[in-house]
């Protein structure tokens, strides 16, 4: 039940920058998916996605970061297959969330300074905080079940 509320509540959430629902749904999946198997809160794999990429899965950065993660294409040679596509949803989901959870056990459990090796800003503070901030004013959920206990 909690993950149906889950589910429904971020589907509502995100509603204004995924319309359709299907792709909604199967997006917010997903990153649950993905980020749990990562051992990362999903809600805040969709602050930095709405950071990285503003929820565009064909987002191409100025230095050649991809998708809704903006993964570097040199990581499909270090922990990925050479067919790898990073605008394929659950590809790129996964290396953004392998490579995240890298950085993190890096910096021994140190969120602000994995985000800056994520984004390449290692001791800056602009980058950290804007995905806390997405995360935190966008995406934290605290179920209704859990509350009321």
Same mark, same amino acid.
Not at 95 to 108: N, S
Not at 129 to 142: E, K, M, P
């Given at each position: 039940?909690?993950?149906?509320?889950?589910?429904?509540?971020?589907?509502?959430?995100?509603?204004?920058?995924?319309?359709?629902?299907?792709? +909604?749904?199967?997006?917010?999946?997903?990153? =649950? @998916?993905?980020?749990?198997?990562?051992?990362?809160? %999903?809600?805040?794999? &969709?602050? &930095?996605?709405?950071?990285? #990429?503003?929820?565009?899965?064909?987002?191409?950065?100025? #230095?050649?970061?991809?998708?809704?993660?903006?993964?570097? %294409?040199?990581?499909?040679?270090?922990?990925?297959?050479?067919?790898?596509?990073?605008?394929?949803? +659950?590809?790129?989901?996964? @290396?953004?969330?392998?490579? &995240?959870? =890298?950085?993190?056990?890096?910096? !021994?459990?140190?969120?602000?300074?994995?985000?800056? +090796? @994520?984004?390449?800003?290692?001791?800056?503070?602009?980058? %950290?905080?804007?995905?806390?901030?997405?995360? =935190?004013?966008?995406?934290? @959920?605290?179920?209704? !079940?859990?509350?009321?206990?």
């Amino acid at each position: 039940m909690e993950a149906i509320d889950w589910l429904t509540e971020m589907s509502r959430r995100l509603e204004k920058r995924i319309a359709d629902r299907e792709s +909604r749904l199967e997006f917010l999946r997903a990153v =649950h @998916y993905e980020a749990t198997r990562a051992g990362l809160d %999903p809600q805040m794999v &969709l602050g &930095l996605i709405q950071v990285e #990429s503003g929820f565009k899965k064909y987002a191409v950065s100025s #230095s050649g970061a991809r998708g809704f993660m903006q993964v570097m %294409p040199f990581w499909i040679k270090v922990i990925g297959r050479n067919d790898d596509n990073l605008f394929h949803l +659950r590809t790129n989901l996964r @290396y953004g969330c392998t490579i &995240l959870r =890298h950085y993190l056990d890096i910096e !021994r459990g140190d969120l602000y300074r994995a985000l800056g +090796r @994520y984004n390449g800003s290692l001791g800056q503070a602009e980058y %950290p905080n804007l995905v806390r901030g997405a995360w =935190h004013n966008q995406w934290i @959920y605290i179920s209704e !079940r859990v509350a009321s206990r």
